[in-house]
């Protein structure tokens, strides 16, 4: 018996130093659930809880049930572990009711279990923690590698490492633990990364808004590293992606894809060498507005990733809306007028930033940008530099106009008439003209005919 008991207890340091039980966290360890002396009893029943809390690692533990975890730090609800037996080893079931099983499994660790090195693995199990941050599932005698494989709602950037638990557990002075506690813990990332967009190099459409995203960098586990970061903005098919840079690294650090509507970071290995916890990175993302859509607010929002743990930034938008100008004749909608050309500014002494000249319907339009955000309509302000052929410029030819967002299928519509020309102002034309032409030829005549008389009676004198 003592040497089949002294046999099985070499898996003490195999197992209870193992990574699984080194992820601990600081607790005090009570005799709750004390340990059974002697051989392993046959027929009592096992279970694995898994604990979880976001912390950094702390002093290993011995699977035994930590009564006080208010020193664990925060639990984490959602998180999911995967629990795979581990059935054979070289086709041999390894069954820990026998010393020939425990046998099999000496030496056994996280990297050399394998199905290369001769180990076949059981149908895996899948438990999610609850609000405590705790799950408990029965399983019979064996020995299991433990995974987590989901982080849930959790922004877990150190994900545990996976491990290696017997049950029944080895411990000391000839103990077995039926009831096994283990206390992987987690780091989190507690930061949020915001982004921000401002206004368009033109307040006019097919011109480029800059969109920057500010990434906090996360703090690891302490025997974590930066494994990964990337930045993804999936753009919306109103943009299309022009250029995408990386304040304060060399183009070296990061690879960029910038096509259509995808704009992508990746960090290669000399960029992730220089994070720090808490510095922030900032990749500004220019893309050119093609079009307004069906209501002209354009949302974005980038997802950050680090070490493969997501966190998606504050959505942002930028807001256009179009414009239409119908213009007629006095008095007469019906009777549009071709050729009115505007000028549209954003104050009345600033610059223009479009140029617009009615068509044969009497119409021209503009998309605008009216703003970013919660901001959704702006003033602008039209100058009629040139009425049409036969028509007089109005005496203010400034028209102000409040564009709204909305889409190009429901412009904000003005409406600006032109007075037609007086006859005064009129070259003559037809029976008048000719009219007008005699009466200056008989008059011309007659003051030659006044002139020569006049030399005539002065040659008689003479």
Partial sequence: MKATLFKRMRWIPALAAAAALSLVGVGVNAPAAEAASGNIDPNRSTSLTINKYDGDQGPRGDGTKIEDPSSLGTPLAGVEFTITPVTQRNSQAIDLKTDAGWNLIDGATIDNVTEGNGYTFGTPITVTTDANGQVTQDLPFGLYKVEETGSGDNNIISPAQPFLVTLPLPQTGGKWLYDVNVYPKNKTNQTKPTKEVSGPTAPVLGNDVTWTITAPIPQVANDDEYKSFVVTDNLDPRLTCKSVTVEGFDAADYTVDCSGQTAKVTFTSSGLAKLQAGQNVKVNVVTTVTSLGGNGVIENKAIVSTNGSEVTTNPVTTNWGALEILKYADNDKSATLAG???????????????????????????????????????????????????????????????????????????????????????????????????????????????????????????
């Fill in 340 to 462: 009115a050309k505007f000028e549209i500014y954003e104050s009345r002494d600033g610059q223009p930033v479009g140029t617009l000249t009615t068509d044969a319907n009497g119409k021209a339009s503009i998309s605008l940008w009216v703003g970013s955000n919660d901001v959704t309509s702006k003033d602008y302000h039209l100058k009629e530099i040139e009425a049409p052929a036969g028509y007089t410029l109005p005496q203010d030819p400034w028209t102000t106009v409040t564009v709204k967002a909305g889409g190009s299928s429901d412009p904000v519509l003005v409406q600006i008439s032109n007075k037609q020309k007086e006859r005064g102002e009129l070259p003559f034309t037809g029976a008048n003209g000719q009219l007008m032409l005699t009466i200056l030829g008989i008059a011309l005549l007659l003051l030659a005919i006044g002139a020569a008389v006049m030399r005539y009676t002065r040659a008689r004198k003479a």
